[in-house]
């Protein structure tokens, strides 16, 4: 049964797939939430220590050590943005996808194949064919 296979090897890879990019999507989440959580540590204890270092050593006025906190803090989350959108397919990943794209163009060759063949030795077309012969001997008067 060469659909049943075919089909069978089609499932695999898509079950397979899928399974890669669940691997991938709850890696690429894990690292937000780690950073995440690191964030919000790092802000608490960054924010005082920052803001003296302005006010104090840079001679900044206060409102001048709030406006770099408030900064630092927004490229400090760009950063995470960019780095927690970033989700790279793996090498491993993309093979399974061809796979699974060639089994999927082998079904349908197959499938085409299959009727193809059922229409030439179907029932009706043996009853055409048998039809025509019976003209051609009635035709060329072999058929008495």
């Given amino acids: 049964m060469r659909i049943g296979e075919i089909g069978k090897t089609i499932v695999e890879g898509e079950l397979t797939l899928r399974k890669l990019m669940a691997i991938r999507l709850g890696r690429q989440a894990a690292f937000l939430v780690v950073a995440a959580i690191f964030a919000f540590f790092a802000v608490i204890s960054g924010h005082g220590l920052l803001w003296a270092f302005c006010y104090q050593t840079l001679g900044f006025s206060a409102l001048g050590s ?38 999927l163009n082998e079904l349908r060759q197959t499938v085409a194949l299959s009727a193809v063949a059922t229409t030439v030795a179907g029932p009706l077309t043996r009853h055409t064919g048998r039809a025509v012969w019976n003209l051609f001997k009635a035709m060329t008067g072999r058929g008495k």
């Fill in 66 to 103: 709030a406006a770099a906190v408030f900064g630092a803090d927004v490229v400090v989350v760009i950063m995470g943005l960019v780095m927690g959108r970033r989700s790279y397919m793996t090498p491993e990943e993309i093979r399974v996808r061809f796979a699974r794209e060639h089994a």
